[in-house]
T-cell receptor, first 113, second 114 residues
């Protein structure tokens, strides 16, 4: 079956712009999580959605937001981009919760210039 | 606070040698433990996971891990390393606390000498 699909793979944006990243989970998976990966901070949890509701949120500013649609696809948005937002953004899907395990996509590499 | 510590940032082993990557965690509730591997420019691939039961867990690619509650550890092992195992390895904890998120360690980068 198809894995977790993230689009686009690469993005270059200018400081101050906004960006939207997309994630399509594995068919049947209802939980979608987002993580930011940087060399300095490692892998950090952004937020998690289940049945269109945000169940948990990490310690990121309000410029980072997300949503989940009825088909479980998810988007995350970053407004007023800063240089420090340059990172690999990973999406992960799970059937229901932690113990089901998470399958990660290949990520979107965002570069802010 | 929940945390995961991977004490070794870099490890180099010879092909065919055994491998052990260390992971220690701090978690208030019953931990669910995971090991992931990441190749350059790629996402994370799940190697194995532990929720309960047998403390020795078998995973893909010949990896195994042992959960030791008394030591708060979940070390990853492989008896004979292949050159293709060179990658970065992440230990993560999630759990019954209902947090629905993973907390990752900083990762261990594995290099394999021929």
């Amino acid at each position: 079956k198809a894995g977790v699909t993230q689009t686009p793979r690469y993005l270059i944006k200018t400081r101050g712009q906004q960006v939207t990243l997309s994630c399509s989970p594995i068919s049947g998976h209802r939980s979608v999580s987002w993580y930011q990966q940087t060399p300095g901070q490692g892998l950090q949890f952004l937020f998690e959605y289940f049945s269109e509701t945000q169940r948990n949120k990490g310690n990121f500013p309000g410029r980072f937001s997300g949503r989940q649609f009825s088909n479980s696809r998810s988007e995350m948005n970053v407004s007023t981009l800063e240089l420090g937002d340059s990172a690999l953004y990973l999406c992960a899907s799970s059937l229901l919760r932690d113990r089901d395990g998470y399958t990660f996509g290949s990520g979107t590499r965002l570069t802010v210039v | 606070a929940q945390s995961v510590t991977q004490p070794d940032i870099h490890i180099t082993v010879s092909e065919g040698a055994s491998l052990e990557l260390r992971c220690n965690y701090s978690y208030g509730a019953t931990p669910y433990l995971f090991w992931y591997v990441q190749s350059p420019g790629q996402g994370l691939q799940l190697l194995l996971k532990y929720f309960s039961g047998d403390t020795l867990v078998q995973g893909i690619k010949g990896f195994e891990a042992e959960f030791k509650r008394s030591q708060s550890s979940f070390n990853l092992r492989k008896p004979s390393v292949h050159w293709s195992d060179a990658a970065e390895y992440f230990c993560a904890v999630g759990g019954s606390g209902g947090y629905n998120k993973l907390i990752f360690g900083a990762g261990t980068r594995l290099a394999v000498h021929p």
